[in-house]
């Protein structure tokens, strides 16, 4: 190795130790510090000043830091202020430059007799940002002289990437990501919507044949499949985490295949996309979202595998892909338009006439199945009879009475508005206000599940009241088109613009689910609900979780979690994906590539892979988008399954601008 490469490596050496030290990955040197100045705080908890924010959950979440009671552990770390305060029983957490503890028995540590020391990492002496700052300009500079002595390779490799290297920037993240949910915490969550896809797998096992007029057939047969062989929601969670990292390999091949130098922007973008909080949240639920997306994230891989390619195989994956996604969910009805696209697109760019068949069958194929196995079992011919429930339930908060209605039905619009509970002043908000921290919290009423549950019973059954649902919501739209459209005007703005900038740690999802499936109080909630119950057996609470289970921590919340290095190394990902990637800049970058991909494509004469690739990408967010801004709250469990393709887009951009058709 040169030896001015060497001194390049080792000046990068201390940034690279310093943050591992600093993030109590890998720790260098512990050391002890007596806690003294102990102060009162609220309730049972006491305050001990530590003159630096060293160790703080802000910087490193779980500390690894311990508070020590005479020479022993107290025995719930990381526990939340407010729980010290209200449990006490031992609990303590770093924060603010400050140790928040409680004596193991609630007694007053300043009279009790007793020594509290604290172990941690050694902080570095003097000022610790001095330190990272110098550590940081002498990596950065050694990194500048790496990338200089070796421009010519690099310019290389950026021309013509490994696809090794291309998979690995997808894969590496993805899998250190996941790593601690699956290996030390794999607690499955699930919301109301659980049940109703429990319900069919339910009558899947006991031999009848399920009625998927509501709820398509590829989630529960999917859960249904994993059950029966594992017994196992800890499976689900492996299985959908597989599916996952499998369409975002997919969707590097993809780009490799359709134009190599993109493809390590595009796995960048994956990667971005990948380790976000929502597809991990959903990869760990037993909810449909997350094989929903791994299906969008497989069809437009497989697309742009196949144009590269000319593999009929693929161009028939891509197509059965775009069943699947509607197979997961009908929100996916979106794709219907892409699907026609790139059949015309095939034909006209001289696709061969296999290649186009290839495509163009599976997809309507498979809806037809579905429709004709609905027809005959629910008569219903449709993939979806959900649509109806979606618009009601958007549109409940100015449902009214109409003379030409029967009285019942009127009088069960009274039952529905006295359910959603919206007032005369939240409705005089709705049509003056255009903030959406005031309108979305008043449109959120709307979406009221003992409303829906009035509605739907409507003649006394979904099939009767689907008339009279379409009917009230048309009308309640066209005599309220103002909040009606301010409604989907302020959704827009949370799925295109506001769901980007999101941030959450993973953490209070752990300690949600923890409190649920591990606690005397969870577990008593649970027993209220047969179905849950009975679900809820699917998962063995003596599986190995790194977990402090005992009550009196677990209730705290973060108490429940132990500060293991493969959280460090998840929390340390989390905070630098959000850092670079939760921007909505990224939706005017999105915006702009867009138009650089129909510019192009024009140019071409419609016969430019790259830019149509690019173009369905960007339908795919805004059809997806106008799906559930029209019906549902933009939550961002429907807006992360399209997110992808905003960065992807975002990196196909500098490559529209000049790659050849």
Known sequence: MPRRTLLAAIAILPFVLLVLHGLAITPLAWSEAELTSVQPG???????????????????????????????????????????????????MLADGQVYLSAADHSDPRSNGRRYTLRWPTPPPGSIPIWFAAAALLAGAGALTLARDHRLAIRQWLANPSLGWCLAIVLVPFILHRAWPLLQVPLPGWQHDTRTYYVLVQDLFAGRWPHFEQRPPGYPLLLAAILASTRSLIAMEWVQTLMAGVAAVVIVLGAYRLHRPSAPWVAIAMAAASTSYWPLRHDMSILSESPYASAIWL???????????????????????????????????????????????????????????????????????????????????????????????????????????????????????????????????????????????????????????????????????????????????????????????????????????????????????????LTKDGRA?????????????????????????????????????????????????????????????????FVLALLVAGWQLLRSRGRHDLAFVALMLGLSVIGSGLVVCLVEYAGHRYSYPTEFAVYVVTALGPWLVRARA
Request: overall charge neutral; aromatic content about 12%.
């Open 525 to 589: 909630e649970l027993a209220h609900d047969p179905l849950e119950t009975e679900l809820a057996g699917y998962f063995d609470p003596s599986s190995r979780l790194r977990l402090l289970p005992a009550d009196p921590c677990a209730r705290g919340g973060a108490g429940a979690i132990e500060p293991t290095v493969l959280r460090r190394i998840h929390r340390a990902l989390q905070r630098t994906r959000d850092q670079l990637f939760s921007r909505a800049i990224f939706a005017a970058t």
């Open 299 to 517: 069809a437009f891989g497989f697309l742009s595998w196949a144009l590269g390619s000319r593999s009929r195989l693929l161009f028939a994956l891509s197509s059965a892909s775009l069943a699947l996604v509607i197979f997961m969910r009908p929100a996916g009805v979106f794709l219907f338009v892409p699907f026609a696209l790139t059949v015309i697109y095939l034909w006209h760019s001289g696709r061969s006439l296999g290649q186009t068949l290839a495509f163009a069958i599976p997809f309507p194929a498979l809806m037809l199945i579905l429709s004709f196995y609905n027809w005959s079992v629910a008569g219903v011919f449709n993939v979806t009879g959900w649509g109806e429930a979606n618009i009601a339930a958007a549109t409940f908060i100015y449902w009214e009475p109409d003379p030409s209605y029967p009285p019942e039905i009127n009088e069960r619009i009274a039952t529905i508005r006295r359910a959603v509970g919206a007032t005369d002043e939240e409705i005089r908000l709705l049509q003056t206000s255009w903030s959406p921290t005031v309108v979305v919290p008043i449109y959120l009423k709307s979406f009221n599940l003992v409303a829906l549950e009035q509605a739907l019973e409507i003649g006394g059954s979904y099939a009767a009241a689907r008339p009279w649902l379409r009917r009230i919501s048309l009308d309640s739209i066209g005599k309220h088109r103002d909040l009606y459209g301010k409604f989907v005007a302020e959704m827009a703005y949370l799925y295109y613009i506001d769901n980007l900038r999101w941030r959450q740690d993973y953490v209070y999802d752990v300690n949600a689910r923890a409190m649920l499936l």
């Open 42 to 92: 609220a309730g049972r908890q006491y305050v001990a000043p530590l003159g630096t924010t060293w160790m703080s959950r802000h910087q490193v979440g779980e500390s690894p830091a311990l508070v020590f009671e005479n020479g022993v552990a107290l025995p719930c770390p990381n526990l939340a202020p407010e729980a010290i305060a209200e449990f006490g029983g031992g609990g303590y």
